[in-house]
């Protein structure tokens, strides 16, 4: 079975409650954050991204906020559906650099 | 598009063995990387190549070495397995950044285990 993901902090919801999942970053320089939805078995998979001059960030059924002040951000998935329940990361990179950096992961599980 | 593809899918390996796992991307992306992905850890860097002919370590690069063998494939090889090597890998590629979305495309995966 799948290991990755043991010991990840877990968020549980209702199918249909608002979810939102926080990550705090660590480097004041970075200016650039994506979201990542990983499910079981699966690589990782973009959902959504925000730049550093932005404070939200939009999608389908998605929103990211950014809080360069305290130097956190945050997705909120509206409506949650059983397909939403997964792993997600947020990820940074500083400046030009092609790296990202990851933070560890929340497990959100949608009950029904 | 098959997007990241990796090979093998699962691999169990002896204390000391060798082996190269294999990736290859057809989205005609400069830069490809490597991850290891631990529980209750985020994809930590091993290696990248930012462009074709280029590669340089990450955060772990110790007991790895990379090939960036043309603009498609990037193979990761371990000389000699150990037990800490022990891990789910991840490969990924990103296209030249040219304003928008900055994102890396990641392959599906091999679970390593050495015994």
């Known amino acids: 079975g799948e290991s990755v993901g043991l010991h990840l902090p877990t968020l549980s919801v209702q199918e249909g409650d608002n979810s939102i999942i926080n990550c705090a970053y660590s480097n004041s320089a970075s200016d650039y954050f994506i979201w990542y939805k990983q499910e079981s078995g699966k690589g990782p998979q973009f959902i959504i991204d925000?730049?550093?001059?932005?404070d939200k960030r939009q999608g389908q059924r998605v929103t990211v906020l950014l809080n360069k002040t305290v130097k956190h951000l945050s997705l909120q998935i509206a409506a949650t559906q059983p397909g939403d329940s997964a792993v997600y990361f947020c990820a940074e990179r500083a400046g030009t650099a092609s790296k990202l950096t990851f933070g560890t992961g929340t497990r959100l599980q949608v009950t029904l | 598009n098959a997007g990241v593809t990796q090979t093998p899918k699962f691999q169990v390996l002896k204390t000391g063995q060798s082996m190269t796992l294999q990736c290859a991307q057809d989205?005609?992306?400069?830069?490809m990387y490597w991850y290891r992905q631990d529980p209750g850890m985020g994809l930590r860097l091993i290696y990248y190549?930012?462009?074709?002919?280029?590669?340089d370590k990450g955060e772990v690069p110790n007991g790895y070495n990379v090939s960036r063998l043309n603009k498609r494939e990037f193979s990761l090889r371990l000389e000699s397995a150990a037990p800490s090597q022990t891990s789910v890998y991840f490969c990924?590629?990103?296209?030249?950044?040219?304003?928008?979305?900055?994102?890396?495309?990641f392959g599906p995966g091999t679970r390593l285990t050495v015994l």
């Open positions: 990924a590629s990103r296209p030249r950044l040219a304003g928008g979305t900055d994102t890396q495309y």
């Open positions: 925000i730049r550093s001059n932005m």
């Open positions: 989205m005609n992306h400069n830069s």
């Open positions: 190549s930012a462009s074709e002919g280029t590669t």
